[in-house]
């Protein structure tokens, strides 16, 4: 069974500030998820990897596939940035739907 | 917003009692899957369809069942309904396994 492990749990930052939310996962996986929730609940889908970096606006992820190891970083973080970020990973066959991680509660500060 | 309608928003029930949520997925995705946010257990996986067809189940309890209809769209059934079942219900579609998946907004059940 696929373990997901987020850190930090909890982030408080200024805006501005370099943000980066780690994931680990402990089997082999076919593409790891970055989601984004809301204080609303909505959840947003921010990429799905499975290999390199990808840059959408302010936000890039990365994984690394042999150190099972994903991060997400935010350039010049600002408010409105603030929600709780979750990784999610998709097993090999995708089948089994995704295993989350517990989320890194997000706060930027103006 | 996603494409993916879920209905209804809310819904408050009582104990032992039986409800239904309903999952519209994205035109042409035909992978639905059902989620069970929870504040002790966080996001869990609880079933996924394709094409009509049970495809993978995850934690999912004996008194929940679900079903894909021709049209796509999906329906969670919850039955004998626990205070431990208030819950955030999401759907997520995909066009199939192991692409990105696409979540509704979800449907807050509040067993009273």
């Known amino acids: 069974k696929n373990e997901v492990e987020q850190s930090p749990q909890n982030l408080t930052a200024q805006e501005g500030e370099f943000i980066t939310i780690n994931c680990s996962y402990s089997?082999?996986?076919?593409?790891l998820h970055w989601l984004q929730q809301h204080p609303g609940g909505g959840i947003v889908s921010l990429f799905m990897l499975s290999s390199g970096k990808k840059k959408h606006g302010r936000l890039i992820a990365t994984i690394n596939i042999q150190e099972k190891h994903s991060s997400l970083h935010i350039t010049a973080s600002h408010p409105r940035d603030s929600a709780v970020y979750i990784c999610?990973?998709?097993?090999?066959?995708?089948?089994?739907?995704?295993?989350f991680g517990k989320g890194t509660h997000l706060i930027i500060q103006p | 917003d996603s494409g993916v309608t879920q209905t209804p928003k809310h819904l408050i029930t009582a104990t032992g009692q039986r409800v239904t949520l309903r999952c519209s997925p994205r035109s042409g995705d035909l992978s639905v899957y059902w989620y069970q946010q929870s504040l002790d257990q966080g996001l869990q996986f609880l079933i996924q369809y394709y094409n009509g067809e049970e495809r993978a189940k995850g934690n999912i309890l004996e008194r929940f069942s679900a079903q894909q209809f021709p049209d796509l769209h999906s329906e969670l059934n919850l039955s004998s309904l626990e205070l431990g079942d208030s819950a955030l219900y999401f759907c997520?579609?995909?066009?199939?396994?192991?692409?990105?998946?696409?979540f509704g907004p979800g449907t807050r059940l509040t067993v009273t």
């Open positions: 089997v082999g996986i076919s593409a």
């Open positions: 997520a579609s995909s066009v199939r396994d192991g692409y990105e998946q696409y």
């Open positions: 999610a990973a998709f097993a090999w066959g995708g089948a089994d739907g995704l295993t």
